[in-house]
């Protein structure tokens, strides 16, 4: 029943927003998480600095996963993680830590994992754990 509901507001995204690319890949890679195990925990998580922002965060058995999630509409333009560069992992590391100090969860539980979506006639999402 979920999955019906998650297909048609995947439609109605998609005929309002078709260029919403980062909002579709977003919802594939939350979708994915779910169906592997996975209980997300937070979408769009946003320091209250405004300097940050993680995608997901999920918890994957004992380990909470940040998640960022690169989506690219062909596999034409290179990788998606490509575009995780040494900047964007350290913001997403700074939020990462306001959020376990807000949460009480310590270093040890967590990893940081990459959900690379590619949109196009063949959908393509792949997890990678603990990618940084």
């Known amino acids: 029943m979920i999955g019906l509901i998650y297909r048609a507001a995947d439609r ?3 005929r309002r927003n078709p260029e919403d690319h980062g909002r579709i890949g ?3 890679a939350h979708r994915h998480l779910r169906r ?3 209980t997300v925990v937070a979408r769009n998580y946003r320091v209250p ?3 940050g922002e993680i995608d997901i965060i999920a918890w994957d058995g004992d380990k909470l996963a940040f998640v960022e999630v690169k989506t690219r509409s062909t596999a034409d333009f290179g990788a998606p ?3 995780v560069d040494p900047e964007k992992r350290e913001r ?3 939020s990462a830590q ?3 100090r807000r949460a009480g969860v310590s270093w040890d539980q967590v990893r940081f994992d990459i959900v690379r979506v ?3 006639p063949e959908q393509k999402v792949e997890w990678t754990r603990g990618a940084f």
Do not use: F, K, P, W
Request: hydrophobic share 35%.
């Open 12 to 14: 109605l995204r998609r």
């Open 26 to 28: 977003e919802d594939l």
């Open 36 to 38: 592997n195990g996975c």
């Open 49 to 51: 600095s405004g300097r």
């Open 81 to 83: 993680e490509t575009a």
């Open 92 to 94: 997403v590391v700074r």
């Open 98 to 100: 306001d959020y376990m």
């Open 118 to 120: 590619v949109l196009g």
